[in-house]
């Protein structure tokens, strides 16, 4: 440990941005873009706070470890997934392409896609980080996504309709294969919706 | 550049273990290795040449850049997969289910299954790793397997389910989401089969 020992371990400063309602949303979107661009093995606890505009300890304070941070960046990241038990909610009919429109849309913004796919990068390359995200997909997504469901293994099910929006991505918007990488959503929302509605409802 | 150039530039040594009709084979070996263990950006010409026993000037000689290694390392780790368009070309009746048992054959062999997802992450890490397959990719497998599909868009066809099987492929094996992770392969097999068939042979 080369940094100097945060002041006020555990007591936030009270000058300047330091504090507010606002310090922690600031720190979970620096949180965001840090482990965006530098990855989950490079991002620091110290690097975040000063990309917040604020002290080292209120980010220890706010969230005790950066396995933790991640955590919570994941939450923000997904956040959008998380209306997916909703749409699931809403009935069998059309649930397959309701849903792989609603992926891609998430994926073709890039504010939402540029986190998941900073976070997917993350995991392939760090256990730690494949571990909170794991602990996350299964906990928060995939079991509330599955509890909607009305097929035998439903959290199974669940994973391979995800294994192949994650894929897609993967081809599309990384990989960029042709024509993939070009297409109009709509025509792979053509496509994926009769898979996903077979996995999601079909026993 | 810190390291000393290398010895005989260009013309291999000819002393020791360092050249030989096995040589090629075994710089291809450690080029796989190292960049399943290090990755893209951190495997080197001079790592390489020193774990297949050979001067840094063989593999130079052999395969000119580092992202010509890499080309040859994703050629070598792919050839499984180059058994593809054979199984494709054996007929549409039960191509979805060959296809998906042979897929999920090539991801449970760990030997084959480390290089795959070495090089699936450093293409998501590195925008150069990333050109390198999708030329790859594209030329050699998506294209051969679309030209023997009789469907629209054949190319974009293989694609959707190329991406199914490394969703598919990154859950399992990398995330390890359950139950996904623990499942029998033929669980697997029995849900894909039907989506390969369909995106691989229906109009």
């Given at each position: 440990m080369t940094e100097p020992a945060p002041r006020r371990r555990g007591r936030p400063s009270r000058?300047?941005?330091?504090?507010?309602?606002g310090a922690r949303e600031r720190i979970l979107e620096a949180a965001r873009t840090q482990f965006a661009e530098r990855g989950y093995d490079k991002a620091s606890m110290r690097g975040i706070a000063k990309a917040a505009g604020v002290d080292a300890a209120l980010v220890h304070h706010y969230f005790g470890t950066k396995d933790e941070v991640f955590a919570a960046a994941i939450e923000v990241s997904f956040e959008p997934a998380l209306a997916v038990p909703a749409i699931l909610g809403a009935?069998?009919?059309g649930i397959g392409e309701r849903l792989a429109r609603y992926f891609i849309g998430v994926w073709e913004n890039p504010a939402t896609r540029a986190p998941l796919l900073a976070i997917i990068r993350s995991a392939l390359t760090y256990e730690a980080a494949a571990k909170v995200l794991r602990g996350f997909v299964l906990r928060r997504l995939l079991e509330r996504v599955a509890s909607e469901l009305d097929v035998p293994d439903p959290t199974f099910r669940a994973e391979l309709a995800a294994s192949h929006m994650i894929g897609i991505a993967i081809l599309r918007y990384?990989?960029?294969a042709e024509p993939l990488a070009s297409v109009d959503t709509e025509e792979i929302v053509k496509l994926v919706a009769p898979t996903l509605q077979r996995y999601l409802t079909e026993a």
């Open positions: 000058t300047g941005d330091d504090s507010g309602p009935g069998a009919e990384v990989i960029k």
